[in-house]
Each structure stands twice: as C-alpha cells, then as structure tokens.
C-alpha cells in the first residue's frame, strides 16, 4: 500500500536525479565555454591589433586544447562523485534555463580575462612570436590556455564545499592527467613537433604557472560572492 510517506520519496528520486544531472552539465559546461570564449577572443584581438600577424595559436593547438586537456576535466566530471550541495539549493523555477544571460556574461568576462592573458604574452613574451616557427612566447600562451582550463575544473567541482572535498579521487586522476598532457606538449618532441612549441625554461614555466591562476580566480571570487548572497538572503528570509 502506497502512503503519503513512500509518494513522497517516490518523487524526491527523480527529482533528486534530475538535479544531479543538470548540475554536471552546468559544471562541465564552464571550462568548456571559458576556453571557446576565450580562444574566440584571443583570435579577435590578435587579429584587431595585429599581434603576431593575427595568429595568437596555431589550430593544433587549439584542437589539442579542446580536444584532449579540456576533455579530462569532462571525464573527471563524469567519473566524480555527485556534489552533496545540489539538494540544498533553491528549486528551481518552473521554466528556467540551464543557460542565462547572467552565465553568459560570466563565461565572456571569464574568457576576456584568459584572452588578454595569453595575448600579453605573446605580445611581450620572452621572444617574438612566428606565423610558422615555433616560438616560447606562443608556446607560453598556449601552456596558460590550458593549464587555465584544468584550473577552471578545480574551482568549478563543487559549489558550497571545497574543491578538494572527499573523495578526492577519480575526478583529481583526470585532472592530473590534463596537467600532464599539457606539460607533455611542450616538452616532449613528438608533441613539440605535431604542435610546434618550443620547450620553457623554470622561469618561464613560473609564469605560466602564475597567469594561468588568473581566470580561475575570477571564477572562484564570483563563486563566494554568489554563495555570501545566498546566505544573506537565507539569513535574512522568514522562518530562518
């Protein structure tokens, strides 16, 4: 006999399902898009102020971006354990888009910051950049490009907890491998060959290190401020 009790644990599965599903879209969704922002803008402005002949990267590169480093960090959201904030948000309103404008204007910002980055570089990088050579100065922007990618991943894995919250494991499996693949491309010669990047020196890779930390940060700050809001307004509501 079905009650009350049992109908409404009957829903609550689907219900808890769905939300489940449309928050690893939404977060697989942010590395993504930041990184097609991003190599869409770097492209623009290189090409509007004639920085390195309008060739910020070469295609290869970006593909191997896309295609491989920014995949890892899908795998791992797959792979990862679901985020045990979900059910404690708002419903959702009937009607309500998975993509907003407000998200939109977060992933473009986002993808500014990253392009502007990377094209500092290249413009007033250790070398002068070639349309056909490899070079340390595009190889640095394509090494932040992607390591800022694997940092989106990081900051994006949970909303109110800790990136690093347990179990660790697979998700940060896959994201050590981005880092590896991003390192293999330009160290190794295969790659180095396929991709045309030039190997960094420790100083070099110091400062990727450092402005591939900037995008991510972006998204990290706007995910505080969000989550003060939300307690604010929490804090703040009848019966609270």
């Not at 409404?8 to 879209?25: G, N, Q």
């Amino acid at each position: 006999m079905l009650t009350r009790a049992n109908t409404s644990s009957a829903m609550a599965l689907p219900m808890e399902a769905i939300a489940l599903s449309l928050d690893r879209i939404r977060r697989q969704g942010w590395p993504q898009l930041t990184i097609l922002s991003s190599a869409w803008q770097l492209i623009l402005y290189a090409t509007i102020f004639n920085v390195n002949e309008g060739v910020a990267l070469f295609p290869l590169q970006l593909l191997f971006c896309k295609f491989f480093v920014v995949v890892t960090v899908v795998v791992g959201f797959i792979v990862d354990v679901p985020d045990p904030s979900v059910m404690q948000r708002p419903p959702r309103k009937p009607g309500t888009k998975i993509v907003n404008p407000r998200q939109i204007l977060r992933w473009a910002i986002t993808g500014f910051a990253l392009a502007v980055t990377a094209l500092a570089v290249l413009e007033w990088g250790p070398d002068q950049p070639s349309t056909t050579e490899p070079s340390a100065s595009m190889t640095m922007a394509f090494a932040i490009v992607s390591l800022s990618a694997v940092n989106l991943g990081v900051v994006t894995r949970r909303e109110r907890e800790a990136s690093w919250s347990w179990p660790v494991f697979p998700y940060f499996g896959w994201i050590i491998l981005g880092l590896i693949l991003t390192w293999a491309a330009v160290e190794l010669g295969m790659l180095q060959r396929l991709l045309d990047t030039a190997s960094l020196t420790g100083r070099q890779w110091i400062v990727v290190l450092a402005l591939a930390l900037i995008a991510p940060a972006i998204v990290a700050a706007d995910k505080a401020i969000q989550l003060l809001r939300q307690r604010r307004r929490h804090g703040s509501s009848p019966g609270a």
